[in-house]
């Protein structure tokens, strides 16, 4: 058997497919710990990177709207940490969300750019570039996501 050279999840042409795009995701994640990467650009890596591999990392209702959200939280807010927590602590409680099917289609760019954009601001910018490419591919989804996001920051204020 051949070794796959196109990744499942997002799409992209690389030799050992899921398994090697997932193993180029880690060393990211793994430079932004050890690097000046900001959190919240961390997070935004995480997300895009899950919309792209939903089977991997949006398998229930909940993982779904986490990471759905997440990037939609950070187009509107700047990633500002008081709005990932409030998400957080919504997505915490005892709620059912059902899991909406993924689109086939994941986005015209992906990790693969990210990487080959540099360090710095060529890293962040690149970063979202893809986010909001990935968020692209979810627009049917994007009203669903505007609904939970606006369910996350209710819930907030009736906590205050
Ligand atoms: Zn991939």
Not at 51 to 59: G, K, R
Not at 104 to 125: F, N, P, W, Y
Request: hydrophobic share 45%; proline share 5%.
């Amino acid at each position: 058997m051949n070794a796959p050279d196109r990744c499942e999840g997002c799409g992209r042409a690389i030799a050992g497919g899921a398994a090697a795009c997932r193993a180029e995701f880690d060393a990211v994640c793994a430079a932004d710990y050890g690097g000046a990467v900001p959190y919240p650009l961390h997070r935004l890596t995480v997300d895009a990177y899950a919309l792209q591999h939903p089977d991997a990392f949006m398998v229930s209702g909940k993982s779904y709207a986490a990471h759905l959200v997440g990037t939609l939280a950070w187009f509107e807010h700047g990633g500002r940490a008081d709005v990932q927590r409030a998400l957080r602590s919504w997505l915490d409680g005892a709620r059912e969300l059902e899991r909406p099917r993924p689109p086939d289609d994941r986005g015209v760019l992906t990790l693969a750019d990210v990487i080959a954009a540099g360090d710095g601001d060529a890293h962040a910018e690149a970063l979202a570039r893809w986010a909001r490419s990935a968020w692209n591919a979810y627009a049917p989804q994007h009203a669903l996501a505007q609904r939970w996001l606006a369910a996350a920051l209710a819930a907030r204020r009736e906590r205050c």
